[in-house]
């Protein structure tokens, strides 16, 4: 067998396709025309979603980012070189988002260079880019975030349409605007690319989160016609009218999501998660008093599993993978051989109380961070601290929120307590900086600690609790997750950034429940937030747009139990999430 099927055979997903390749077009400034807002902003969004869906992008635009200015001869270039690397079993979507007018009933997209009275001799001519778009894939989809367009069926369309569909394959083409009417604009956005980005990112999604142009296609003809229509839309003088569908056989956009669940099911909630630094190991934790170590690759258990005599709270990995750490409800912080599960001597002795989270922080000789109530720190020094890790359960969290609590800090130096204030502490990471954490309370602050001095300042502050933190890679910026309360009867379940100064970088929007989880992929370039709807959403860190929903279907539906804990695993391309209906289930993500 040759090496190019064997690789098809393997890249394929149940869907048909091999690769997905994509070319992104945005432009806001033309030659001798009136300027757009959002073009350019608007095919970093559309690239960025994706990317993460695991398509190879080309993107021309003149935005900030400084990329090549999408000029008629670079854009045409730019498709030449997609469609010659794009073989049969790919699939190649274009995405356009600028200036289009319609001369002689025949509709043209103007590009940077090309003024508008010279567009019938120069511009870029949709059916042209139709028949740019045909080579040896089966599959195209076009997407027209462009005025006046409609469904381009002009004069040399039609060969451009039934080429692929004489292959097997299919075409299908979207367009936010009639051939008379216009493409709107929200008031940061084009209206049809925030619709579009929002149901390829998994609004659109089937319950096995693969995403048809069909289902797309209806997301984003309900979604503008509800801005449309809503106040908004009302104060536009140009009104958005219906946007228009094509299609010849239904598209498969994205495959369905990777992911594989962990068995047997834990037989109570999963309230923490944790990669080894290596990635061969995963543990986990969960109210049925057991820790569990799994083979992550093969989704097989290793050893039997090691119970504390209450809830786990937390764990963490040493450095150098061969010992596991967890936090229990039973005042005990466990040390277990992460190779071969069961316990590590010498054993910890018990510190009383409750653990309800534990960290470490890189300093010679190692330390440990403990937050619990009514209790005196005792045993371990000796671990290695470069691992960060802490989960709680959101049950647990909202019974104990009314506990005034404090941390104990152990390390070379010894014990010591560090008063926390009013505000129980529910999350706790570590620094890059030896010997600062950072907590995160019932009391909605963020604080930042010196763990030699117990004393630093709030680096953010929330109107209702912190349940969830998590440390970039590089140190700088900490995301906390909480539930706010608003002016009306319902929570604002936001993640906010901090920068360790102080400074907000951005609030990531769109938990309908209260973000439980929150981790960095090693990277720093994702983050991923758990919640308890369901989903684990994934995030460009840079810029706090939302890429992806992660959720699959459990008997024919959605998979709606509550995610309580989440890990990326060390080079980032697995995700995996804990339950509260006992699954553990890790994700297989693009690169």
């Known amino acids: 067998m040759s090496a190019r099927p064997a690789r098809r055979m393997q890249a394929r997903r149940g869907d048909g396709v091999e690769r997905r390749h994509a070319i992104v077009v945005g432009i806001d400034r033309y030659v001798a025309s009136t300027g757009l807002p959002f073009c350019a902003a608007d095919a970093q969004r559309v690239a960025a979603v994706l990317r993460a869906r695991g398509y190879r992008v080309t993107i021309l635009h003149d935005g900030p980012a400084r990329a090549p200015r999408p000029t008629l001869a670079r854009v045409t270039r730019a498709i030449a070189k997609v469609v010659a690397a794009a073989d049969e079993d790919d699939l190649v979507v274009a995405h356009f988002s600028c200036h289009g007018l319609r001369v002689h009933d025949r509709a043209y997209l103007m590009m ?15 059916a042209d880019l139709l028949a740019d778009l045909r080579g040896r894939s089966r599959w195209t989809g076009v997407f027209l975030d462009v005025c006046h367009m409609g469904l381009g069926l002009d004069p040399g369309a039609d ?12 075409f299908a083409l979207l367009a936010g605007s009639t051939s008379a009417q216009i493409s709107q604009d929200t008031e940061d956005a084009g209206i049809f690319t925030r619709c579009l980005v929002d149901g390829l990112a998994g609004a659109a999604a089937d319950p096995d989160g693969g995403i048809r142009f069909s289902v797309l296609a209806r997301h984003v003809q309900d979604g503008v016609e509800r801005w449309r229509t809503s106040g908004e839309g009302k104060l536009k003088t140009s009104k958005q009218r219906p946007v228009l569908r094509l299609e010849v056989a239904d598209l498969h956009l994205a495959p369905p999501t ?9 037989p109570a909630k999963v309230t923490c998660v944790a990669f080894s630094p290596d990635g061969r190991r995963l543990a986990t934790g969960a109210a049925d008093h057991a820790v569990r170590l799994w083979d992550p690759r093969r989704g097989q258990p290793v050893g039997e599993p090691m119970t504390h005599a209450d809830a786990i709270c937390d764990l963490g990995f040493a450095a150098d993978g061969r010992h596991l750490f967890s936090a229990s409800d039973d005042g005990v ?12 001597r010498p054993r910890p ?11 470490w922080w890189p300093r010679r000789g190692g330390g440990v961070v403990a937050a619990g109530t009514n209790i005196d720190v005792a045993g371990v020094t000796d671990v290695d601290p ?22 104990w800090l152990r390390d070379r130096a010894g014990a010591r307590t560090l008063d926390s204030g009013d505000g129980a502490i529910l ?8 010997g600062w954490f950072v907590s995160g309370g019932a009391d909605g602050a963020v604080r930042l600690w010196n763990g030699r001095t117990g004393t630093g300042p709030v680096i953010g502050q929330h109107d209702g609790p912190v349940w969830a933190l998590a440390l970039s890679p590089d140190g700088r910026v900490v995301a906390a997750g909480g539930s706010d309360p608003s002016p009306s009867s319902a929570l604002r379940n936001e993640v906010r950034l901090w920068d360790l100064v102080g400074d907000a970088h951005r609030t990531l929007r769109g938990h309908p429940a209260a973000v439980t989880s929150i981790a960095y992929a ?13 989903v684990v959403r994934l995030w460009d860190a840079a810029t706090g747009q939302l890429l992806r929903r992660l959720t699959v279907a459990i008997d024919g539906r959605g998979h709606h139990a509550e995610v309580l804990a989440i890990a990326f695993s060390p080079v980032g391309r697995r995700l995996v999430a804990g339950y509260a209906d006992g699954r553990v289930r890790i994700f297989e993500l693009e690169a």
């Open 386 to 407: 470069t691992q960060r890790i802490s989960r709680l359960r959101a049950a647990r969290l909202v019974k104990r929120a009314v506990v005034t609590q404090r941390v």
């Open 159 to 170: 060969e451009s349409i039934d080429d692929g569909i004489e292959r097997g394959g299919g």
């Open 112 to 126: 940077a260079d090309i003024p508008s009275d010279a567009i019938e001799a120069r511009g870029l001519a949709l």
């Open 333 to 344: 912080l466990g040390r277990w051989d992460a190779v071969r599960g069961g316990p590590a």
């Open 522 to 534: 090693a990277d720093g370039r994702r983050l991923a937030t758990g919640c308890q709807d369901g």
């Open 349 to 359: 002795a018990p510190i009383g109380g409750s653990v309800n989270a534990v960290a």
């Open 427 to 434: 999350d706790l990471v570590c620094s890059v900086a030896p």
């Open 258 to 266: 990777a992911h594989r669940d962990l068995a047997p099911v834990s």
